[in-house]
């Protein structure tokens, strides 16, 4: 029980290292990854806003320019329109004010708020129409105005039309997103003004207003006279942000999730792969040792029985006759264990060449019959062979296959025990194949052997197997032997019940 663990500490050696030059780089390359999740929309603003940054640029210098050539005109007695040159309206129609004499006239009292810091400058005013921005209390218009004399008139500029003029500006270019341009206010800093509470509400306020708003995909403060504003992008159907990086999002995980479970799947099949040939060496290792015990005792028989003769210590002939066929039986033990070895090389090495023919089922059982009786005659053990009558013929390599057919006719007799053996061979048809069935009243086979005793050089750990000679080759080249016939070898055991071998051989189709 001992023997194994120098291949277990190396195996679990060896897949430490696989660890670490594989998974944990893996796993930094995968931190990275999350990473790069995490930040995917602040990376698709920077994109967006980005692409947008020159069209901003041209919208920003296109509009100013296109207020400056405004003129104002009066509708009716106390309004008052601001209109470009192809007489398109700009203004608020509740919006007209005039300011006279230190005092400010105007029906929109928000708006008569933020005109009393015009009132010190009213003298300053150009006479022609002019567009500017005023902010008082967190708010912000934009007026367009003219002095006469000692008094200023003007008027409110409307968002909408504003809206609509940016509209008209930004046609032609094409976007890859259905988006619209628009003027908001500047946000400012109200921490100075109105203590905590107030700072507190604005922060509150432009929370509530980033939450329920549409989210802006770039932006870019206009210059005076209109430093108030700012000229925005906003979509109109889904958020091309958060779209993008959840599309992104989604990509990356499972890319993610791929590359883990390639991950998984490479070193579970490294690991086993690594074990297997690991276990394998130490099948190698154990084969070549029972290989050089199994020569070295026929070897020394052979050796201790022609000593005898040469030096001529047998004066009976009965004696003599009895060593020479020890010697007999010796050589063709040596022989049959060097052939079996030099086989699995052939089969191995794809050198071995089957000559099929359509035979009757009879030729291959008599011949590994006639074979087995030979190498066990005069043992103590009953032995029966039934064969159906009106067997198909089958398309095989007749010595192979009886080869087969006597390796488990072998392997039953050794694993019999050593008295009251009973062995039963059986060819019969089932649908497209006849099988051939060698049955014992052995020591059986447990479960889980059953699938790895037809792997090279695995034998069955036991005190009888310990006991009985073999080299762990027979069941591996009969099931290569089987299968290269388009056959299959099946077993049925349970541990004191013996054991069934069935070759299963397809029907000749000539």
């Known amino acids: ?44 603003e920077k994109r967006l806003e980005a692409a947008w940054r020159g069209t901003l640029a041209d919208l920003s210098a296109e509009v100013p320019r296109a207020l400056s050539r405004g003129r104002l005109e009066p509708v009716g007695n106390e309004r008052l329109a601001f209109l470009l040159p192809d007489d398109q309206e700009l203004s608020d129609p509740e919006g007209t004010f005039h300011v006279e004499n230190g005092l400010v006239r105007t029906k929109d009292p928000q708006l008569a708020e933020a005109l009393t810091a015009l009132v010190p400058e009213a003298a300053s005013l150009p006479t022609v129409p002019t567009v ?62 109105g203590g905590l509470v107030n700072r507190l509400m604005s922060e509150v ?38 779209s993008a990086s959840t599309r992104n999002r989604v990509v990356y995980g499972v890319l993610l999730g791929l590359f883990y479970l390639t991950l998984t799947f490479g070193v579970a099949y490294t690991g086993r792969v690594l074990y297997r040939e690991a276990r394998l060496s130490r099948m190698k290792t154990d084969f070549v040792s029972l290989v050089s015990h199994e020569l070295r005792t026929p070897l020394t028989s052979i050796r201790m029985f022609i000593e005898t003769l040469a030096l001529g210590r047998l004066k009976d002939p009965a004696q003599t006759q009895e060593v020479l066929d020890l010697l007999t039986k010796e050589t063709e033990r040596l022989s049959d264990l060097i052939e079996r070895v030099l086989d699995w090389a052939r089969i191995e090495s794809g050198r071995k060449v089957y000559q099929r023919d359509s035979l009757p089922v009879t030729d291959v059982v008599d011949a590994a019959v006639a074979a087995f009786r030979t190498q066990r005659l ?11 009558d009106g067997l198909p013929k089958v398309d095989v390599d007749r010595v192979a296959l009886a080869g087969a057919l006597l390796n488990l006719l072998q392997n039953a007799y050794k694993y019999s025990g050593p008295t009251h053996r009973r062995i039963a061979l059986r060819a019969q048809r089932d649908g497209g194949y006849v099988n051939l069935s060698v049955e014992d009243n052995g020591v059986g086979i447990a479960r889980k052997d059953r699938k790895r005793i037809f792997e090279r050089f695995y034998r069955v750990d036991n005190l009888l197997t310990r006991k ?23 077993v049925k055991s349970e541990p004191g019940q013996g054991s069934c071998f069935t070759l299963q051989l397809p029907v000749s189709r000539a």
């Not at 770039?218 to 925005?232: G, I, K, N, Y």
């Not at 005069?378 to 159906?388: H, I, R, Y």
């Open 378 to 388: 005069g043992d103590d053990m009953q032995f029966t062979v039934a064969v159906e």
């Open 1 to 44: 029980m001992s023997r194994p663990a120098p291949v277990i500490l190396s195996f679990r050696r060896t897949f430490a290292l696989l660890i670490l030059l594989v998974v944990l780089p893996s796993a930094g390359l995968s931190g990275f990854g999350v990473v790069a999740i995490i930040n995917e929309r602040a990376a698709v």
């Open 205 to 242: 306020a432009q929370a509530r207003q980033n939450a329920l708003g549409p989210p802006v995909l770039a932006e870019r403060v206009l210059s005076a006279p209109l430093q108030d504003f700012r000229l925005v992008v906003l979509p109109m159907g889904e958020d091309p942000v958060a």
């Open 468 to 490: 009985t000679e073999g080299s762990g080759l027979g069941l591996a080249i009969s099931k290569r032997i089987v299968d290269a016939h388009g056959g299959r070898i099946t």
């Open 132 to 193: 500017f921005s005023l902010a008082t209390g967190g708010r912000a218009v934009m007026v367009a105005a003219e002095r006469r004399g000692a008094s200023v008139r003007g008027v409110r500029l409307s968002g909408i039309a504003l809206d609509g003029l940016l509209s008209e500006k930004a046609q032609g270019r094409t976007t890859s997103e259905p988006v619209r341009f628009t003027l908001l206010p500047v946000p400012r800093d109200t921490a100075g003004e």
